[in-house]
């Protein structure tokens, strides 16, 4: 079974700087993809970023990007340029590709705070 | 497209009740699950399914029954809450599980049970 682990169960970072948060995982896949989730106190899950694991370059969604190390297991975000908004829950999750019924896997979550 | 509609937001319940967490999505997704997210724990797959008539356990089933009579609608069931059960429920679909297809979340209900 797939297991995903983050952790830092919570972290601070001031407006405007940089943050990375950790995520590894456990799998004897080759094929699958990861994706990172983002919680705000609304409760509204929101994804932020996806990463297939064939492809070696590294996601990025505006201030936000990937350190992908597949050998590794490990799948770190990093947020730049960090603003109030981006205050959250943040989640890392697993899904085997092409799997047909596997779901997604997720990581117990960093809490991110961003200190004006 | 209204997305992923979960109902109610809120719901408490006495210990031995039992209620029906209503999940729909007009996407025309074939995968729709159910999560519970307790603090320090994630978000833990409850039950899931592929496909209209089709059903099946995830990590944390016990309690909980589900059914898929339509694409559209997946429904979870307390059939005699506990306080176990008090959490916060997720429903999520995607288009299909297996590819890349992001998941779509509802807006989660809080349960709680005394």
């Known amino acids: 079974a797939q297991t995903v682990t983050q952790s830092q169960p919570e972290m601070s970072v001031q407006e405007a700087e940089t943050v990375t948060l950790s995520c590894t995982y456990d799998t004897s896949e080759n094929n699958y993809y990861l994706f990172w989730y983002k919680q705000p106190p609304s409760r509204q899950m929101i994804l932020v970023i996806r990463q297939e694991a064939y492809k070696q370059q590294n996601a990025t969604e505006n201030r936000f990007s990937v350190n992908f190390q597949k050998a590794a297991k490990s799948f770190s975000l990093k947020i730049s340029d960090s603003q109030l908004g981006d205050t959250a829950m943040y989640f890392c999750a697993f899904m085997k590709l092409n799997s047909g019924n596997t779901p997604l896997v997720f990581g117990k979550g960093t809490r991110l705070s961003v200190i004006a | 497209n209204a997305g992923v509609t979960q109902t109610p937001k809120f719901q408490v319940l006495k210990t031995g009740q039992s209620m029906t967490l209503q999940c729909a999505q007009d996407?025309?997704?074939?995968?729709m699950s159910w999560y519970r997210q307790d603090p320090g724990m994630g978000l833990r797959l409850i039950h899931y399914?592929?496909?209209?008539?089709?059903?099946d356990q995830g990590e944390v089933p016990n309690g909980y029954n589900v059914s898929r009579s339509t694409t559209e609608d997946f429904p979870l069931r307390l059939l005699s809450a506990a306080p176990s059960q008090t959490s916060v429920y997720f429903c999520a679909s995607s288009y299909r599980v297996g590819n890349n297809s992001p998941l779509h979340f509802g807006n989660g209900t809080r349960l709680t049970v005394t």
């Open positions: 996407m025309n997704h074939e995968y």
């Open positions: 399914s592929v496909g209209a008539g089709i059903t």
